[in-house]
């Protein structure tokens, strides 16, 4: 499992993060404004995120040299959210693969112990831009596949058209994690692995087919056949 949420100082002269260009990463987008929540911290003042063919990375302005980075490995699951009573601001919201699965034990005597921290938002200065960030994290994410999921032929990601078609829909009460973060009408959302979302799909359309069969024999006895 690559490792999770970690801190990041290797920048350029030019303020821009040194990539690892011997193993082919590029830089796919630049959000400048762009805060960071980690965990159940209030957000850090904006800076500016990079988006990598490999990774995540959040470059503080209010701070020279501090900065926060993530593999597309170590993330599990991200979402645009909308709804101001989740969470105050429109943001793109991740799950990270951390040791520990609960941000309550990331903070210790106000230090952030970041490989605990199993959730970051990301608030962007211009939230018209999210739905664009949200495409380049799936096509990112499409570059580094969980070599160890189950995938039977696919990459295990859905995206928001994909669910439509599978009758998906989710409301405030079909999504909520294990810390009890709960997403109201977050949609679009993409999952790495995807095999919970993926059954719930399955679940969904055998439903669907059962509540299909159920209508055409009531239509059937009302017309008397």
């Not at 926060?68 to 993330?75: G, N, T």
């Not at 790495?192 to 006895?221: K, P, T, W």
Request: with cysteine; glycine share 8%.
């Amino acid at each position: 499992m690559a490792p999770g949420l970690q801190r990041f100082a290797d920048i350029a002269g030019d303020g821009a993060p040194r990539l690892d260009a011997a193993s082919g990463e590029e830089l796919v987008r630049v959000d400048r404004a762009a805060s960071v929540a980690l965990g159940r911290r209030s957000p850090e003042p904006p800076g500016t995120l990079f988006v990598t063919t490999r990774r995540v990375i959040w470059l503080s302005e209010a701070e020279k040299g501090k900065g926060y980075a993530v593999d597309f490995l170590a993330i599990s699951l991200h979402a645009v959210s909308r709804d101001l009573e989740a969470y105050p601001s429109p943001c793109l919201y991740t799950q990270i693969e951390a040791e520990v699965a609960t941000d309550e034990a990331a903070e210790s005597n106000d230090e952030l112990e970041l490989s605990r921290v199993s959730e970051m938002r990301i608030i962007l200065g211009d939230p018209g831009q999210l739905d664009a960030l949200f495409d380049v994290f799936c096509h990112c994410a499409e570059l580094n596949p969980d070599p160890n999921a189950e995938r039977n032929g696919d990459n295990g990601w859905f995206h928001g058209e994909d669910m439509v078609d599978v009758g998906w829909v989710h409301g405030d009460e079909d999504m909520v994690d294990e810390n009890g973060t709960q997403f109201f009408n977050a949609n679009p959302i993409g999952q790495n692995g995807g095999y919970d979302l993926s059954q719930s799909v399955f679940e969904l359309q055998i439903n669907d087919q059962r509540f299909e069969d159920a209508d055409e024999e009531q239509e059937i006895h009302e017309n008397g056949h």
